[in-house]
């Protein structure tokens, strides 16, 4: 157990539609970051948030938005879901903003139909 | 940006004997590569982690290489067991962001 949450664990939604994926970081740690795993691949960075600032980004449309929160939770947004964003979505908190060890949660499954 | 190949894809050793997965990188600012064990339906677990600084690092059964000259690292777990089962990921960043290998399936048969 690392600590990470996220929910919700399995969603299915169709094309076009917009989806909002949670995560709550590990307790004392400042910094969350969001991958995007598509089935039998590695997890992929999306973009990274420090004390409520994107600290970085991926190469990922704008249709990928996110938020921090001041208890240093944190949102993924996908809008205008296309069959490609099917994947399980991982969150990784750390406490550090930098290169370290990161915290994943169990991830969010998405299906778009 | 940062690209990591990682091999094998697949890797069946018999219980009891050692695994190794290799991991080669293209980015010389690359400084920390970890490595990751994911379960069926869990998020990745980190195992072992290195840094540029360092050529070697040990954690009982699991061991770490890193060649910086040749841009390579791999993972040596040895005297395997049925729980080391799973799919292995190897990564490298400079940053604020990890760029993962493919992943290693590792069978461990009893």
Redesign the interface.
Known sequence: ETGVTQSPTHLIKTRGQQVTLRCSSQSGHNTVSWYQQALGQGPQFIFQYYREEENGRGNFPPRFSGLQFPNYSSELNVNALELDDSALYLCASSGLAGAGELFFGEGSRLTVL | ?EN?E?HPSTLSVQEGDSAVIKCTYSDSAS??F?W?KQEL??????II?IRSNVGEKKDQRIAVTLNKTAKHFSLHITETQPEDSAVY?C?A???????????TTVTVRA
């Not at chain 2, 339906?41 to 980190?46: D, E, S």
């Open positions: 940006g990591v990682q400084n920390y970890p990751y339906g869990k998020g990745p677990q980190l982690d990921f990564a960043s400079n940053d604020y962001k990890l760029s993962f290998g493919a992943g």
